[in-house]
């Protein structure tokens, strides 16, 4: 008795080549699938939004480029940890700011500074100065960079200012040291979250006089179970409003967020945890 032909799903077999590129090349763009697939760019998008809808994959805010999903990891592939943290911050701050206006930057430590690792600066009506990920943020006069400062362990805190301190980081010393600091971040901690440091213009190194991008910041932690994973901030055209004004209009919707997206990643990473997969740190 022979076995009948049985015909091969076409839609099914396209999504899975598109599932494997973004596997393989950590993250493409519509036009690169379109390239190397030779699928037609509507066919892509309807498998792509239907990927997206199911867990399989994502879309970063800031370059547009989709990503294997959580899904996937689930399967097997184990991105890090900054993965998990970019593809749950996405649609909050996507919603961030829709409610605010003023676009959001989120951020994690990597050694002595912050990263970029998502922005919603494309989204927002206003135009701010566009960031790439990766870009690196000035840990002792950025509004992120502070915020992690001021909520993370002593001992780690402790252990960033003596690596700056014998660098001569020009945040460091711009700030008179190691007692100003600490006053300044438990200003900070007690406030519940942080700001931009005025005379600071936004490049890692140089002085304010050297450049300036116009900008001011508020920032939060995220915080899961009492460990800083990250910071998100409010970014804003420093002329238009003062900081009292945002903070009293926005320091909640910030603070949702941030509270949203600790409770997105923990659950993300209990998921991982509870189907066998060990947490990436």
């Known amino acids: 008795m022979t076995t009948p032909q049985v015909k091969s799903i076409r839609a099914l077999e396209r999504g899975l080549q598109v599932l494997r590129y973004l596997q393989e090349k950590r993250g493409a763009t519509l036009h690169d699938l379109h390239l190397q697939l030779q699928l037609p760019k509507a066919t892509l998008l309807r498998l792509l939004r239907t990927l997206e809808e199911n867990g399989f994959a994502w879309r970063g805010l800031n370059d547009g480029r989709y990503h294997a999903g959580q899904v996937m990891k689930l399967l097997g592939d184990r991105p890090g940890s900054l993965d998990r943290l970019a593809e749950v911050a996405g649609p909050i701050l996507d919603e961030l700011v829709a409610t605010v206006q003023w676009p959001s930057d989120l951020s994690i430590r990597n050694g002595t500074s912050m990263e970029l690792c998502e922005t919603s600066r494309l989204r927002s009506y206003f135009l701010v100065n566009r960031l790439s990920t990766g870009f690196r943020i000035n840990m002792v006069l950025s509004a992120p960079g502070r915020a992690y400062l001021a909520f993370c362990p002593q001992k780690e805190r402790v ?123």
Not at 171 to 176: A, D, F, H, I, K
Not at 186 to 195: D, K, L, N, P, V
């Open 159 to 281: 252990s960033i200012l003596s690596q700056l301190r014998r660098k001569s980081d020009p945040g460091y010393m711009r700030m008179g040291g190691h007692a100003d600091i600490e006053r300044m971040l438990e200003a900070t901690h007690a406030r519940g979250y942080s700001i931009r440091d005025p005379q600071w213009g936004g490049h890692f190194s140089e002085t304010k006089a050297q450049y300036d991008d116009g900008l001011a910041a508020i920032a939060v932690p995220i915080l899961v179970k009492n460990q800083v994973v990250g910071c998100i901030n409010i970014v804003w055209i420093a002329r238009v409003a003062k900081v009292d004004v945002i903070v009293k209009k926005h320091i909640v919707d910030l603070q949702k967020a941030a509270g949203l997206i600790a409770a997105s990643y923990e659950s993300a990473t209990l998921e991982k945890h509870a189907n066998g997969v060990k947490p990436v740190a």
